[in-house]
């Protein structure tokens, strides 16, 4: 499965059907804040607009806030994650996922970039 991507650096991962998604942070993103050392992630059962904050990355460096690349309502969180927060920096794109989401709003993900253009925004 390919990867859509935010100007808010976070990605997107479709499912099969393209009405849910895994969600979490680029690579650029983790390259800028540094070590990970904490996750704060939504709870199960939130419903967030894209573009809104669903939780906070702290490292090292500097704490930011992440943002939904799509509108939907978390279904599921990466326990692993809140346990070992480094996931993070280890495997971004892969085990360090944040969320998983039921898409709402899939005309939010027109404005998404493949990783081409995103790549080129950087």
């Known amino acids: 499965m390919s990867f859509l991507f935010s100007d808010d ?3 997107l991962q479709l499912g099969e059907a393209g009405d849910t998604a895994i969600m979490g942070i680029t690579l650029h993103a983790q390259d800028t804040l540094g ?3 904490f996750v704060d992630l939504p709870a199960v059962g939130q ?3 894209a573009k809104a904050v669903a939780g906070v990355v702290e490292s090292v460096k500097a704490a930011a806030d992440f943002h ?24 971004p794109l892969g085990q360090g996922w944040f ?8 005309n939010d993900l027109q404005a998404l970039l493949d990783e081409a253009a995103y790549q080129k925004s950087l």
């Open 47 to 49: 419903v967030f607009a």
């Open 35 to 37: 070590d990970i050392v």
């Open 9 to 11: 650096h976070t990605w």
């Open 68 to 91: 939904m690349p799509a509108g939907g309502e978390i279904t599921e969180v990466n326990e692993a994650l809140r346990a070992d927060p480094s996931l993070a920096n280890s495997d």
């Open 99 to 106: 969320v998983k989401v039921k898409l709402t709003q899939a």
